[in-house]
């Protein structure tokens, strides 16, 4: 089964976006505090609308309490920086796909202790796609290599 992780998010929509998705797919989502938004938040609740009660929904209070949680699991981190694209990288059952705070990723320390950077090509000069849709994308691709079973 894999995993979806969320880094510090600091927009709610965008979380709330995810967990729903996760809702659908009956995958579980991890959220690495501190977010930059409370639960009750109403732009959260709004975009994850009546699935968030559906959500597995697991909140980490650090990346150290993520990293203990998900040993031995590998963690797949969706970044810009990478050079492997999304669709030539082969995802495992119990993979966690690791998504960045929308303003500024993750830190290099968390770039130095994941087991795999991926990316999602652009044309040039393109920064980056929403987090939601990057997320999407990335889930999209694993279920269809590991089966939607393995969600």
């Not at 992780?5 to 989502?29: E, K, S, V």
């Not at 990293?67 to 119990?94: I, K, M, Q, Y």
Request: charged content about 20%.
């Amino acid at each position: 089964m894999i995993e979806i992780a969320l880094y510090q998010p600091d927009i709610a929509p965008n979380a709330a976006t995810i967990l729903r998705m996760c809702a659908c797919f009956g995958l579980t989502c991890r959220i690495i505090e501190p977010a930059g938004f409370v639960m009750s938040d109403s732009a959260f609740r709004r975009a994850g609308m009546d699935y968030l009660d559906k959500a597995a929904l697991l909140r980490e209070p650090s990346w150290a309490a993520f990293r203990e949680a998900t040993a031995g699991r590998r963690r797949v981190l969706l970044t810009t920086r990478a050079s492997l694209p999304l669709w030539d990288f082969t995802f495992a059952p119990g993979d966690v796909i690791l998504m960045g705070r929308e303003s500024s990723g993750v830190p290099e320390s968390v770039h130095a202790e994941v087991e795999a950077r991926i990316t999602i090509p652009m044309q040039p000069g393109m920064r980056s796609l929403n987090v939601a849709l990057a997320c999407a994308m990335a889930t999209g691709e694993a279920l269809r290599q590991l089966g939607p079973r393995q969600g």
